[in-house]
């Protein structure tokens, strides 16, 4: 296809990002299958277990999303030190960035251990009691996952900065089988309810963790991590990280807090309106893998090039990944529409549950299709470049005034319940979309100095 052709002497050929990108279309498929099979295995607990689980997976997503962007902040800087050929610095790079991400996950995890009863009922009070109940019960477990979960992320954002995506792409299949085998055999055999299944899911998390970092001390052919439990600390490697990954993760955080605040909405709007908006989340990663994926290409290959300090060859591959985007998220999206109804048959619940997460999948569909890349592809473009504040507070003040404050305008001044929820998170893409690509389309992001 003309439309998809480099100019000659590129610095990532369409073979080389294909190569980097079916991996974490695989990865991001296997992670949507987990929290698929998750929800059918725990539904078989009876609707109270599915939405208790539901109103921590919540925490846990802020958790994962937190530590991902933390993980992801520093691995701007080891791709921008690859790109300008400095291996010293690179490794550097390396062993600050997973020892401040695993540090910030068990700090996480403490806080969220010492104080879990009093987060569970200022976020979900308004569920009812048997559900807080499992909900209480699942957190206990998953919470001793967060510094597994941020060394896990620390590591496969480092292969990832490397241009290494089949790694961490092999490390999630790992995941998921060690975590479905357990999960069946303490639910169905041994009987552990909700208790097995986020037991499960903490052992998982920490194999797979475990065997990135020892990938990482013994690779040979990309950037080794050495010294790690050495008293170095690098002062000027970590402040470079910290002024990435700090707004990066603050911008996940008000994020996710937002999609807190929005579950607590949820939680006092019944059983069927949890269980529809759980079953919800847990389809439309299938729809969005494809653009997380482009995200992930699109952060190591700006930070590379700009790294290698060519703006404008940075600007080239971001127009370039968006067509690229757009061509694929097109063939997903249609796919999915056709075969939505099948899928969602699945699922052991309700009627009304099943009928209520049909449409809001149909809404989120529209939305990936026509706003979803413009609304995350370039903000990941521009953090690569290092422009993280700005996409910091763009994604805040819209998360706060269209996200949440329209989700409760649509929820309940319109009556919409759950559905106008979904309704307000595509509001928010549209906003998103439109300030980012005029950052883009001025070019200020290019002028930044990361290393």
Excluded at 246 to 272: D, K, R, V
């Amino acid at each position: 296809m003309n439309f998809l052709k480099l100019p000659e002497g590129a610095r990532f050929s369409n073979r080389q990002i294909i190569a980097f990108l079916i991996p974490v279309i695989f990865e991001q498929l296997m992670v949507s299958s987990l929290g698929l099979v998750d929800t059918l295995m725990v539904s078989s607990l009876g609707d109270v277990s599915v939405a208790g689980v539901a109103l921590v997976n919540g925490i846990d997503t802020f958790v994962k999303a937190f530590s991902l962007a933390l993980a992801q902040g520093g691995s701007v800087i080891l791709s921008q030190y690859i790109g300008a050929q400095n291996e010293e610095k690179a490794q550097k790079s390396l062993r600050e960035n997973i020892r401040i991400v695993t540090a910030i996950g068990a700090f996480i995890m403490l806080i969220m251990l010492l104080f879990k009863g009093q987060i569970i009922n200022l976020l979900f009070g308004g569920a009812d009691a048997d559900v807080l109940h499992v909900s209480s019960t699942y957190f206990s477990v998953t919470a001793i996952s967060y510094p597994f979960m941020a060394l896990y992320y620390a590591c496969s954002s480092a292969f990832r900065a490397m241009g290494k995506s089949k790694i961490p792409s092999s490390a999630a299949l790992i995941m998921m089988a060690i975590n479905l085998s357990l999960k069946y055999l303490f639910i169905f055999i041994f009987e552990l309810g909700v208790f097995g299944a986020a037991l499960s899911t903490l052992l998982a998390m920490a194999i797979v963790g475990i065997i990135l970092l020892i990938m990482l001390k013994t690779s040979k052919d990309a950037v080794k991590l050495t010294g790690l439990f050495e008293f170095d600390f690098n002062k000027g490697i970590a402040s470079k990280i910290l002024r990435i990954s700090i707004p990066n993760a603050t911008e996940q955080a008000m994020f996710q807090l937002g999609a807190l605040a929005i579950a607590g909405l949820i939680s006092g709007l019944g059983t069927t309106a949890i269980v529809a908006d759980q079953i919800s989340r847990n389809v439309c990663p299938f729809l969005t893998c494809i653009g997380t994926a482009y995200n992930a290409v699109m952060l190591m290959v700006i930070g590379q090039c700009m790294g290698a300090d060519n703006s404008d060859e940075a600007k080239m591959y971001v127009k370039h990944l968006l067509k690229m985007d757009y061509l694929t998220t097109a063939c997903v999206v249609t796919v999915f529409l056709l075969s939505l109804r099948h899928l969602l048959s699945v699922f052991d619940v309700s009627a009304e549950a099943k009928n209520l997460a049909f449409y809001i999948l149909c809404i989120y569909a529209g939305g990936s299709y026509v706003v979803y890349p413009l609304s995350f592809a370039v903000p990941s473009a521009l953090r690569g470049a290092g422009d993280t504040k700005f996409v910091m507070i763009v994604s805040s003040f819209s998360m706060l005034l269209f996200r949440i404050g329209a989700a409760y305008i649509f929820a309940y001044a319109f009556d919409l319940g759950v559905i106008g929820t979904w309704m307000a998170m595509v509001s928010d893409w549209v906003i998103r979309s439109t300030i980012f690509v005029t950052r883009f389309e001025r070019g200020k992001w290019m002028e930044n100095k990361v290393i």
